[in-house]
């Protein structure tokens, strides 16, 4: 899909503080995303979803924001752990396409102690 | 349950030898989806099912590949006549009907083709 230049492929922070991890997404027509951590040698984790009628949701120290205005998607965590060191993705269904995710670029994050 | 699941975990083949994967996917779930992800990329669908069925594939899924689902529970994945291309995480997932609630990834099969 396009970027609007958001996407960081890398990033690295310190352990405490909080991170955000931003996706940009494809389909104006998306109406389902979700955010997946993926550590090394293991299949995507589930973290949260968020349907498009939703600008905001929260789960265990995890917020998810969508603006479909321009069509961006962010991953906040709080108070990152060194066990959040893993590749974040975002991923998208659009209802008129099918029922297969479309993954974006993924986001390694890396939690220094 | 114990989510979805894959086998084998890991597989490493001779060019030209043909592999097969099973996935089995969380019970309640009559949606299955196979995945590929190369290394440093993010997951490609290749094709799933509902129940039976397989509704859609992608143009990534050659003639070499063929998946099926024959009793709506299990899924197998084969890929006949593999190439060092092929060389891959393959990934399952299932969901509800419902596609939007409960997509759930396994662990995968890494294939090396050597």
């Known amino acids: 899909g396009e970027s609007v230049g958001l996407h960081l492929p890398t990033l690295s922070v310190q352990e405490g503080d909080n991170s955000i991890i931003n996706c940009a997404y494809s389909?104006?027509?998306?109406?389902?995303f979700i955010w997946y951590k993926q550590e090394s040698g293991k299949g995507p984790q589930f973290i949260i979803d968020?349907?498009?009628?939703?600008d905001k949701r929260q789960g265990q120290r995890v917020t998810v924001l969508l603006n479909k205005t321009v069509k961006h998607l962010s991953l906040q965590i709080a108070a990152t752990q060194p066990g959040d060191s893993a590749v974040y993705f975002c991923?998208?269904?659009?209802?008129?396409?099918?029922?297969?995710?479309?993954f974006g670029k993924g986001t390694t994050l890396s939690v220094s102690s | 349950d114990t989510g979805v699941s894959q086998d084998p975990r890991h597989k490493i083949t001779k060019r030209g030898q043909n592999v097969t994967f099973r996935c089995d996917p969380i019970?309640?779930?009559?949606?299955l989806y196979w995945y590929r992800q190369t290394l440093g990329q993010g997951p490609e669908f290749l094709t799933y099912?509902?129940?039976?069925?397989?509704?859609?594939k992608s143009r990534l899924l050659s003639d070499r590949f063929s998946a099926e689902r024959p009793k709506g529970s299990f899924s197998t994945l084969e890929i006949q006549r593999t190439e060092q291309g092929d060389s891959a995480m393959y990934l399952c997932?299932?969901?509800?009907?419902?596609?939007?609630?409960?997509?759930?990834f396994g662990s995968g099969t890494r294939l090396t083709v050597v």
């Open positions: 997932a299932s969901s509800w009907t419902d596609r939007n609630y409960g997509y759930t």
């Open positions: 389909n104006s027509a998306s109406d389902y």
């Open positions: 968020i349907r498009s009628n939703m």
């Open positions: 991923a998208e269904i659009a209802n008129q396409a099918g029922t297969a995710l479309i």
């Open positions: 019970s309640e779930h009559n949606r």
């Open positions: 099912f509902q129940n039976e069925a397989q509704l859609e």
